[in-house]
């Protein structure tokens, strides 16, 4: 095709080449009347990909799934998976891979359609996707860039002209989402389940081709890839675990193997602080809490060495040894990452062995009189404490001092102190009122302006302009806690 060409698209299909086992070839479903809605021009760019002619009506064909690339190989991926503890065979029940596009930098990063209808792994369901959830997705996962944490990217929104029906009817929408892969804890577990050891072996070696290439010449490359994934989350779930971040269904299936965050479902941002947070509506006993986060990124590691143990030695017992060791780095690993993040937040550049008590004890005040979690440590940067419970205490007065104790052991200016901070602690989150707000105006009404300026005010989280300031202001209160659905 023409569009291929004058877009600028570049697929290639690796996975594809994999045992077929793991897919299942099949097009996206097409959609009556394909609209784009949204289009990210700064993912656009960094693809290679030209802005204008993606809002071609061939191109948003494509993105509907009405029209196939050329050079694409769309399949539906296979994997298994924990969910909430329990395993179950899953895979790609509403999404399609397109391929692999290749940048002009030489990056490789998967193309998904998520929305693009039934395929083999739909379990019943209509594998189609509402405009609210696709849209809230793009919002998360762009405000996760501009916070500087891995993160899945989004291209593109593009509206059905179908209805989909949940508890009630809803518009339906395509999501074209950008990912290093799509390689996840519950493809290792799927293989490890239902095929062989050399298919297994397969999709190891690809996956440290893709992902991991140092590691290729180690003498025992599939021990230092799990050393590598433990690395990647500890250090990722560290900084979930500094903004705030809840990601609300930590199932294995939703864990990737390159480290980015994926599968914005009932995920949000925390306001009060308080580690047993929760808002997934279907986590009830919260297993995927604030606080219970890196201990399931544990818990989810420990599901991904248990299949590479036919890998790692022919010793069962030797495999599982070698796995233990290096599972047994994870905890600090996130500790070493979470601290150094906290230090940030507290602009403080060297370590000394009570910082770890001097941050808890913060915390604990912050739990005590209900602070908000991004405002507290806004405050802190500038110095402005405000009315309120926290501030307003004798425990919060003596923290203060020797917290500035703690500063003055330091020899680096206050300037260079409060840029640190400023650099570390975001005046702006998508605060779960604001991006209801968005999505209502978007879905009830068809007006993308309060998404577009919310959008526009989280680009640079870290910026403190006046302009970011209305943006700032926690939830009204409310005698009903915000709850988050998954969006299926």
Not at 276 to 294: C, E, H, K, L, M
Not at 462 to 478: G, L, M, R
Request: with cysteine.
């Amino acid at each position: 095709m023409t569009i291929k060409r004058e877009t600028g698209w570049n697929l290639d299909n690796s996975y594809a080449r994999l045992p077929n086992l793991f897919f299942s070839n099949l097009n996206p479903t097409p959609v009556q009347l394909p609209k784009l809605i949204i289009l990210n021009d700064h993912v656009a760019a960094s693809l290679g990909l030209n802005a204008h002619d993606l809002q071609s009506e061939d191109s948003v064909a494509v993105l509907a799934g009405n029209l196939i690339l050329d050079d694409s190989s769309p399949l539906a991926q296979a994997y298994a998976g924990h969910q909430f503890g329990h395993f179950n065979m899953l895979g790609d029940g509403r999404a399609i891979l397109l391929g692999e596009h290749i940048t002009p930098d030489g990056n490789r990063v998967d193309i998904q359609l998520k929305g693009s209808g039934n395929t083999p792994y739909s379990r019943g369901g209509d594998g189609r996707a509402a405009l609210g959830p696709m849209l809230r997705e793009y919002i998360i996962s762009e405000a996760m860039y501009a916070l500087r944490i891995p993160t899945t990217r989004s291209l593109a929104v593009v509206t059905t002209g179908e209805s989909i029906f949940r508890e009630t009817e809803l518009p339906g929408a395509i999501l074209t989402r950008v990912a290093a892969s799509h390689l996840r804890v519950g493809t290792f577990q799927y293989a490890a389940r239902f095929t062989s050891k050399q298919e297994l072996q397969a999709l190891a070696d690809y996956t440290i081709k893709r992902h991991y290439p140092d590691v290729a010449a180690d003498e025992n490359q599939y021990l230092s890839l799990l050393h590598e994934v433990i690395k990647t989350q500890a250090s990722l779930i560290a900084k979930w675990q500094l903004v705030g971040f809840i990601h609300g269904v930590m199932n294995t299936d939703n864990m990737t193997i390159s480290g980015e965050t994926i599968d914005y479902g009932p995920c949000a941002f925390m306001d009060v602080y308080d580690p047993a947070t929760v808002f997934s509506s279907i986590d009830i006993q919260g297993r995927y809490s604030y606080g219970n986060q890196p201990g399931i990124g544990g818990w989810n590691l420990s599901r991904f060495a248990e299949t590479l143990l036919p890998l790692l030695h022919d010793n069962q017992d030797e495999a599982i040894k070698l796995a233990e060791d290096a599972l047994s780095d994870y905890n600090e690993l996130f500790m070493n990452h979470w601290l150094v993040g906290m230090r940030a937040k507290l602009g403080l550049f060297n370590e000394e062995q009570e910082d770890e008590t001097l941050i808890q004890d913060l915390l604990n005040l912050m739990k005590k009189y209900r602070a908000d979690y991004t405002n507290t440590f806004r405050a802190l940067t500038f110095g402005t404490f405000e009315n309120a419970p926290l501030f307003e205490s004798e425990e919060f007065t003596k923290w203060n001092e020797m917290w500035q104790a703690r500063l003055s052991r330091q020899s680096e200016s206050e300037m260079t102190v409060r840029e640190l901070m400023k650099n570390n602690n975001p005046a702006v989150i998508p605060r779960n009122h604001r991006v209801e707000a968005a999505l209502e105006a978007a879905v009830e009404r068809d007006d993308y302006s309060v998404m577009e300026q919310l959008l526009n005010m989280m680009s640079k989280p870290y910026s403190h302009t006046p302009e970011q300031a209305k943006y700032c202001t926690p939830p009204p209160p409310s005698t009903q806690a915000y709850q988050t659905y998954c969006g299926t």
